[in-house]
């Protein structure tokens, strides 16, 4: 048996913690994930990320290292880095931030001082909890002043941006954020990051992949530094990136290592490496622009159906629903369409009268459907299962759930999804 079995090493030495890896993939396999900070990795990039590179320390850069040894591990940071600047258009990219919040504290590190007047998105309203939000670090150690959207319309107001950033002269001022369904407008940003003189991150953890693929405009020849995750759309292994022009490279280097990080994982950069490779593929291109052709169709869809669509719906990958005018809960919705076979996120939406962790919304996106071939004639189905589950929801009606989920696993099955087994 262990001769079949995916991982038999694993099952071998350790069969519960094995039993736990299948079930998991069995859960990704026939579930309908629309969580849209989440992906599947190729079958290449999960090999690349689990290698014997993860036996090897290399404080330090590629030819000035801490440690010998170094002849492959050189090259593989070498070509992640020539690959992402290529696929980028920038000057410098650092590949060894561990994930999103130590790579943007280390943008902290290299460009401000404790106590010093950062400016970002306010968590509620779609930022992250790093661009200055209180409960983080970045929110204790500096002062955090956060902006927001328009009540009205969902939308980022850019004159109150400005005024704001004008009135509190950040040392660093964030776009981005995790719960944006509008396109960033990174050259608006960047003339008020030049008046109020701010260094400006583009933070595009969501949408790099989208960037990547064209699919939303570049902020490389606007902002001072690129932050990024690796694992999102741009559908790597967990990582991050910090990309920049020549001029800040050695603060930018010099924050992520010595100033916050030790090794780097080496496994993760091959990782890196191989989904930037991917990624520079016009099938990649296809893509990103299906990713966001679903999330237009599914939106659409929402709509027809009588969701509240935070801004009216989507430019990008991402969704954010406010049901109030459903009756349901944000938090009810989620772990009812969960029973379900659908997988998303409670969320805050703007202006929330609700606690974060009992919100209004939920949060859903199109990047793991759309990387299993579901297309925007798929949205009106999926659009379906979400109506009625959170009718099911609203209903306690445990047999609708169950009569979705096993439609939601028979859609799926027959959409297999990269880097898992056939179910
Ligand atoms: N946790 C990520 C997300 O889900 O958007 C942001 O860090």
């Given at each position: 048996?262990?001769?079949?079995?995916?991982?038999?090493?694993?099952?071998?030495?350790?069969?519960?913690?094995?039993?736990?890896?299948?079930?998991?993939?069995?859960?990704?396999?026939?579930?309908?994930?629309?969580?849209?900070?989440?992906?599947?990795?190729?079958?290449?990039?999960?090999?690349?990320?689990?290698?014997?590179?993860?036996?090897?320390?290399?404080?330090?850069?590629?030819?000035?290292?801490?440690?010998?040894?170094?002849?492959?591990?050189?090259?593989?940071?070498?070509?992640?880095?020539?690959?992402?600047?290529?696929?980028?258009?920038?000057?410098?990219?650092?590949?060894?931030?561990?994930?999103?919040?130590?790579?943007?504290?280390?943008?902290?590190l290299?460009?401000?001082?404790?106590g010093?007047?950062?400016m970002?998105?306010?968590?509620?309203?779609?930022?992250?909890?790093?661009?200055?939000?209180?409960?983080?670090?970045?929110?204790?150690?500096?002062?955090?002043?956060?902006?927001?959207?328009r009540?009205d319309?969902?939308?980022?107001?850019?004159?109150?941006?400005?005024?704001?950033?004008?009135?509190?002269?950040?040392?660093?001022?964030?776009?981005?954020?995790?719960?944006?369904?509008?396109?960033?407008?990174?050259?608006?940003?960047?003339?008020?990051?030049?008046?109020?003189g701010?260094?400006?991150?583009?933070?595009?953890a969501?949408?790099?992949?989208?960037?990547?693929?064209?699919?939303?405009?570049?902020?490389?020849?606007?902002?001072?530094?690129?932050?990024?995750?690796?694992?999102?759309?741009?559908?790597?292994?967990r990582?991050?990136?910090?990309?920049?022009?020549?001029?800040?490279?050695?603060?930018i280097?010099?924050?992520?290592?010595?100033?916050?990080?030790?090794?780097?994982?080496n496994?993760?950069?091959?990782?890196?490496?191989?989904?930037?490779h991917?990624?520079?593929?016009?099938?990649?291109?296809?893509?990103?622009?299906?990713?966001?052709?679903?999330?237009?169709?599914?939106?659409?869809?929402?709509?027809?159906?009588?969701?509240?669509?935070?801004?009216?719906?989507?430019d990008?990958?991402?969704?954010?629903?406010?049901?109030?005018?459903?009756?349901?809960?944000?938090?009810?919705?989620a772990?009812?369409?969960?029973?379900?076979?659908?997988?998303?996120?409670?969320?805050?939406?703007?202006?929330?009268?609700?606690?974060?962790?009992?919100?209004?919304?939920?949060?859903?996106?199109?990047?793991?459907?759309?990387s299993?071939?579901?297309?925007?004639?798929?949205?009106?189905?999926?659009?379906?299962?979400i109506?009625r589950?959170?009718?099911?929801?609203?209903?306690?009606?445990?047999?609708?759930?169950?009569?979705?989920?096993s439609?939601?696993?028979?859609?799926?099955?027959?959409?297999?999804?990269?880097?898992?087994?056939?179910?």
């Open positions: 048996m262990s001769a079949n079995h995916r991982h038999p090493a694993l099952l071998s030495t350790d069969p519960e913690l094995a039993s736990f890896v299948t079930a998991e993939e069995t859960l990704q396999a026939e579930t309908l994930r629309l969580i849209p900070s989440e992906n599947y990795v190729s079958a290449a990039v999960l090999e690349a990320s689990g290698t014997v590179l993860q036996n090897k320390y290399s404080e330090g850069y590629p030819g000035r290292r801490y440690y010998e040894g170094q002849q492959n591990i050189d090259r593989v940071e070498a070509l992640a880095v020539e690959r992402a600047k290529g696929l980028f258009g920038v000057d410098h990219a650092n590949v060894q931030p561990y994930s999103g919040s130590p790579a943007n504290l280390a943008v902290y290299a460009f401000a001082k404790p010093d007047t950062v970002g998105m306010a968590l509620p309203m779609g930022g992250h909890l790093t661009h200055g939000w209180g409960v983080s670090a970045t929110g204790s150690w500096f002062r955090g002043v956060q902006y927001g959207v009540a319309d969902g939308r980022i107001d850019y004159d109150e941006v400005r005024d704001l950033a004008l009135k509190e002269r950040p040392k660093i001022l964030f776009c981005g954020g995790t719960a944006l369904p509008r396109t960033i407008d990174f050259e608006a940003f960047a003339s008020i990051a030049a008046e109020a701010s260094i400006l991150v583009a933070d595009v969501h949408i790099a992949g989208l960037i990547a693929g064209g699919a939303h405009p570049s902020p490389a020849d606007h902002v001072d530094v690129i932050s990024t995750t690796t694992h999102k759309t741009l559908r790597g292994p990582g991050a990136m910090l990309m920049c022009r020549e001029e800040h490279a050695k603060a280097d010099k924050a992520v290592f010595p100033g916050l990080q030790g090794g780097p994982h496994q993760t950069t091959a990782g890196i490496a191989v989904a930037l991917e990624a520079a593929q016009p099938s990649f291109t296809a893509y990103a622009h299906a990713v966001v052709a679903n999330a237009k169709a599914l939106a659409q869809a929402l709509l027809g159906r009588g969701f509240d669509l935070v801004s009216g719906g989507t990008n990958h991402l969704i954010l629903m406010d049901l109030t005018s459903r009756g349901v809960p944000g938090k009810v919705a772990k009812a369409l969960d029973r379900a076979g659908i997988v998303v996120n409670y969320n805050t939406v703007p202006f929330d009268p609700r606690k974060p962790f009992d919100p209004s919304g939920i949060r859903i996106g199109t990047p793991s459907l759309t299993r071939g579901l297309t925007a004639a798929h949205m009106p189905v999926v659009a379906d299962w109506s589950a959170v009718d099911a929801a609203a209903a306690s009606d445990e047999a609708a759930l169950t009569v979705i989920r439609e939601v696993t028979t859609l799926m099955s027959a959409h297999p999804a990269p880097g898992l087994p056939l179910s």
